[in-house]
């Protein structure tokens, strides 16, 4: 092999290194910043491994709690088939209240309580994220059922 062919040789490997290296690099970061949703069946069902993940569902009602002079509280998100206890510390948006749809961004503690660090709430009576929706249609069994519970949560 001649000079000129061992430095192509080495200039293209190292250039394919290269390559393979910001690639491994990029895929790295969008794992780390990807966020599943979850309704409450769907955490009973799959583990999370610790990670941050959105949880979705309708504010339970009656399950409201908030701490004496503590900015923390407590309710449970239910999809109609299984609940899921969380815990928030922080002041909640202005619209958050027990029978109406909620995404809170957390993670799921040892002790089996969810741990939210963000919380959102649906912004109108009948406006409500199309993956809550499919969640509740996922877990009421079928789509007319689902969609009954839908409905009726609208309406009040």
Do not use: C
């Not at 709690?65 to 815990?87: E, H, I, L, M, Y």
């Not at 809170?104 to 741990?115: H, I, M, Q, S, V």
Request: without cysteine.
């Amino acid at each position: 092999m001649t000079l000129k062919k061992k430095r192509r040789l080495y200039i293209l490997l190292t250039a394919m290194l290269g390559l393979g290296g910001a690639t491994a690099l990029v895929l790295t970061a969008f794992q780390d910043n990807l966020v599943f949703f979850y309704s409450p069946s769907d955490l009973k069902e799959r583990p999370t491994g610790g990670r941050t993940f959105r949880l979705g569902g309708m504010v339970e009602k009656g399950s409201v709690v908030r701490g004496q002079g503590t900015p923390v509280v407590r309710f449970s998100v239910t999809d109609f088939k299984n609940t899921q206890a969380v815990v928030y510390t922080g002041l909640l948006p202005d619209l958050f209240r027990e029978g109406q749809g909620v995404v809170a961004e957390g993670k799921l503690r040892p002790d089996g309580l969810f741990e939210a660090r963000e919380v959102l709430a649906k912004h109108d009576e009948k406006y409500m994220p199309p993956t809550v929706t499919d969640a509740l249609k996922r877990a009421s069994g079928s789509a007319s059922e689902g969609e009954h519970a839908v409905t009726t949560l609208k309406r009040n």
